[in-house]
């Protein structure tokens, strides 16, 4: 019996596995086909392969592009000083710590930088997580226990999603934004469960700014904790940078922020801020920070110079802020629609998914890198292609960026699209399909060449 199962588990095919009446977990995994339907059209837009980055730009194929699809807000992650940086604490500490901090991977780096965050955020106390991702899923899996509610705006971020699933409170989504929906959702649970808002600051797919005095008066009125995830909102919002909250002037009122370190601050990793006795706590029960090993010295050292650099160069902001203005009225006057966004996001709207992908494919072959999100990220027929723009973009490019945008949105027919012109039937093809034949079908009426 046990022979068979190893032989079960090696190169048999699903199928041959299956017909024993048995399931065999690699059989969705046999008949997944929807990436290789969009590689046959030759217009699959994820996992390019960059060959070397400079700044704006960077090469893929051996040509250069444009990059509108990083979230390296401020250009740090190509700042020299923060380079040197990264290479002084490996040249210090090695290339890893090789454990976890509770054991044996915690440098004084991993201090520093919590330290000078949390005085940076105005909160007590930090805790370094690995990733953002695991900063999300660590706090709220270890916070919230059976019987508590977590409120999740629904366009929250698929970290936040996990953290919650992971967690044994009942998950709550209410409406995008809306501190009506909030307060609706509050008003049925019982007032001794625990509970729990949890926003983006910034949200990543639309770009708009959580209304956050409505929706922590509402949380304050039903005695709702508050917890602001601000990775696109760091060294974007903020007199200094530091996030959404400090942009309303709300830190006292916001109980944990959270943050990730891969995007203004140019690196990796992600950390939850707020009192000392809550972070004490997720220190010694959070698993994905407990059983995982630290933050590299290279990330961390890095991490710390960016921080460094923000704070001591607020300005920093002010090209991004110029270049996110310039970026919402040129899209705007180009007749494309940009949903609510409000920040350095910016939401391409383009339609079908089909016409997402090919518009993608077309960007890049006029050396512009940007991907497209398509249902289910976004609602079907809704496809958007989702630009974001850097301090460090000049004129030049992004003039270079509206021109394309405007000439493809109309040799395309873009601003035909239901879409854009409110029908109901949305004309999106659906990559879902089993018809193979549509392959064909698509490039021809989209006029796009088999062989790219
Ligand atoms: N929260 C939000 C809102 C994000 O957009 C992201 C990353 N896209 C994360 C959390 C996860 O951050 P990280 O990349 O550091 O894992």
């Not at 917890?227 to 109980?255: C, I, R, S």
């Amino acid at each position: 019996m046990e022979e068979q199962m190893v032989e079960n588990t090696s190169t048999q095919a699903p199928t041959q596995a299956s017909s024993a009446g048995r399931k065999d977990i690699f059989e969705k995994c046999a008949s997944y086909e929807e990436a290789n339907r969009v590689r046959q059209l030759g217009v699959y837009p994820y996992f390019r392969s960059i060959e070397e980055t400079r700044g704006n730009e960077v090469v893929c194929d051996g040509k250069t592009k444009v990059m509108i699809g990083s979230n390296n807000y401020l250009g740090l992650a190509q700042d020299p000083r923060v380079i040197e940086a990264a290479c002084e604490a490996a040249r210090k500490y090695g290339s890893g710590c090789t454990g976890s901090r509770f054991l044996n991977g915690n440098i004084r780096l991993h201090e520093q930088l919590e330290e000078e965050l949390a005085n940076f955020l105005q909160k007590e106390a930090v805790l370094l997580f690995s990733t953002g991702f695991f900063a999300n899923q660590g706090a709220l899996a270890t916070l919230l226990e059976e019987g508590d509610a977590i409120l999740c705006d629904r366009e929250n971020h698929a970290s936040i999603l996990d953290g919650c699933r992971q967690s044994a409170a009942k998950t709550i989504p209410f409406a995008h934004n809306s501190a009506d929906a909030l307060r609706r959702r509050l008003a049925r649970l019982p007032e001794t469960a625990g509970k729990l808002l949890i926003v983006d600051g910034v949200f990543s797919m639309s770009g708009d700014i959580v209304d956050l005095p409505a929706m922590t008066k509402v949380a304050k009125e039903y005695g709702c904790r508050i917890y602001v995830d601000e990775a696109h909102a760091l060294g974007v919002l903020g007199p200094k940078g530091e996030g959404t909250v400090h942009h309303f002037g709300m830190n006292q009122d916001v109980d944990l922020v959270m943050g990730t370190f891969s995007k203004s601050l140019g690196s990796m990793g992600g950390f939850v801020a707020g009192p000392e006795y809550v972070i004490d706590y997720l220190r010694h029960k959070a698993r994905c920070f407990m059983f995982t090993a630290s933050l590299a010295p290279a990330v961390a050292g890095g991490v710390l110079k960016a921080l460094q650099i923000l704070r001591s160069e607020p300005e920093l902001m002010e090209p991004l802020w110029k270049n996110t203005r310039k970026m919402h009225e040129g899209f705007k006057s180009l007749g494309f629609k940009i949903g609510t966004t409000q920040t350095p996001i910016v939401p391409i709207l383009i339609g079908s998914e089909v016409k997402a992908f090919m518009f993608a494919q077309k960007l890049y072959e006029e050396g512009i890198f940007a991907t497209p999100a398509v249902f289910p990220a976004v609602r079907y027929g809704e496809a958007i292609i989702r630009t974001s723009y850097m301090a460090t973009h000049t004129e030049q490019e992004l003039d270079y960026v509206l021109e394309t945008f405007g000439r493809l949105g109309r040799e395309m027919g873009i601003f035909d699209d239901e879409a854009y012109t409110g029908g109901t039937k949305r004309n999106g093809y659906d990559f879902s399909s089993p018809k193979q034949q549509d392959a064909e079908a698509v490039r021809s009426a989209t006029g796009e060449n088999s062989s790219n």
